[in-house]
């Protein structure tokens, strides 16, 4: 099993590539089983997350291939996906890859729309929370599916093979059910209404992508959604948007380290809510058209953050944003209100030295001058990213094992914050 070595102490400048935003990538895939026509999608992140989507769709019958693989000196791959799900032979995803990524479910609504049928195996449990798909099944059966569930498998059919357009309204936002039925909706028959639903720019970034598709979806951006049902879709091209979440983590590395940090290739709009706690915590935030740059020259200041759907402060900025909390100076405190498992990386921060109280869903975090270097380990995605974050500020070597988690959302992230100073290798534990 892989781990990281980090020395800590340097400080980190340079520029920085942002790969394509996973986030996206993932229901932009799975929208190719919605039309029997090429989708071929650009700027897709090489990363695990990508590879089990992609294994799943080969598995139900696409044919998939990578048209173009290039690289330059900011480690930006420019992968480009072609899919065609022209001849679909099965419309089964088994447990055996839905249990290794949960946004698999994502295909149970192009299934039903195109086929009239789906058999999804369920989820399972998650390392940051239950996520279940309740809402989900909710609006499929809303929109005229029957829904069966048996043996850990959801089995969903439409009598006379069409979903029919619906008034839906999500009791709390769900970035997942907003996507699967949107994607769904498309080819319904009639008029479909999403209330509360999630409007996260990757959700923004499906529905263009289904608009360039022949689709007829208008307030996007909202949190309502109309969807006027077509017959067909045909392919399109399309470019995935940049992910805000890594160019957030490439900027809390200018403030771990006390640093200057410019990623390229993001609009600083996706990302406001980020930007503006960078801020308050004392950071210079340079805002230019397809860049940021962060300069952090100052001791951090303590702030209070609560997470919340766009276009709050994101949940999957928490770990990083805590990890500076614990150097600012003063007690902060960080409200998570999207998860109810997301403070699994306290106990590691504090093996590094970190002061942290946690009170139900609250972080008081006093600061610290720095962090001590130590053995620890990651347990999910972002918790292993904002060990790296500590490790970067800790005085000594400092190793992080299980980075595993790593590979399912960060794209050579130890050759990108080498460029940028960092020392940090990969090895075997």
């Known amino acids: 099993m892989d781990k990281l070595v980090i020395e800590g102490g340097k400080t980190l400048t340079g520029k920085v590539m942002v790969a394509g935003a996973k986030n996206a990538a993932l229901p932009l895939m799975a929208a190719c089983l919605i039309t029997d026509e090429t989708l071929k999608i650009s700027n897709v992140p090489h990363l695990s997350d990508i590879t089990t989507m992609a294994n799943l769709l080969v598995h139900m019958g696409v044919d998939l291939s990578i ?11 420019g992968r480009v996906l072609c899919l065609t799900a022209k001849n679909i032979s099965e419309h089964r995803a088994p447990y055996d890859i839905v249990r ?15 086929f009239g049928e789906a058999e999804i195996s369920l989820p399972g449990g998650c390392a940051i929370g239950a ?28 009598e006379g093979g069409r979903l029919k357009g619906a008034d839906i309204t999500f009791p709390t936002v769900s970035v997942g059910a907003t996507e699967n039925v949107l994607i769904a909706a498309t080819l319904a028959k009639g008029k479909t209404i999403l209330r509360n639903a999630a409007c996260e720019p990757e959700v923004g970034d499906l529905a263009n992508m ?19 049902g077509v017959e067909k879709l045909h392919g399109t091209e399309y470019r995935v948007i940049a992910d805000r979440i890594e160019a957030g983590t490439y900027l809390a590395a200018a403030g771990a380290t006390g640093g200057d ?3 390229v290739g993001i ?17 210079k935030i340079e805002r230019k058209e397809n860049s940021i740059r962060a300069i952090s020259t100052t001791p951090l200041l303590a702030i209070k953050v609560s997470t919340q759907p766009h276009p709050g402060f994101p949940t999957d900025m928490q770990a990083q944003i805590s990890t500076l909390m614990c150097i600012a100076e003063g007690t902060s405190i960080m409200e998570e209100n999207i998860f109810e498992n997301r403070f699994m990386h306290v106990p590691e921060l504090q093996r590094l030295g970190a002061n942290i109280v946690v009170d139900g869903n609250f972080l008081s975090i006093t600061g610290i001058k720095n962090f001590k270097a130590a053995e620890v380990m990651a347990t999910d995605l972002r918790a292993s990213v904002c060990l790296i974050l500590a490790a970067l500020r800790a005085e000594g070597t400092t190793g992080i094992n299980r980075v595993y988690h790593l590979d399912r959302g960060y794209e050579r992230i130890e050759e990108k914050l080498s460029a940028l100073g960092a020392t940090i290798y990969r090895t075997k534990d």
């Open 67 to 77: 048209e173009s693989l290039k690289e330059d000196e900011n480690f930006q791959s």
């Open 100 to 114: 290794r990524m949960r946004a698999s479910v994502i295909v149970l609504g192009p299934l039903l729309a195109r």
């Open 131 to 158: 996520r279940p798909i309740d809402y989900h099944l909710m609006a499929f059966e809303k929109m005229g599916a029957k829904i069966d569930l048996e043996e850990g498998y959801v089995k969903a059919k439409v």
């Open 210 to 228: 289904l608009n360039s598709m022949g689709a007829k979806i208008t307030g996007i951006g909202t949190h309502t959604l109309e969807i006027e």
């Open 261 to 263: 940090i410019e990623v």
């Open 267 to 283: 609009s600083p709009d996706i990302m406001s809510s980020t930007l503006e706690v960078f801020e308050k915590m004392g950071m």
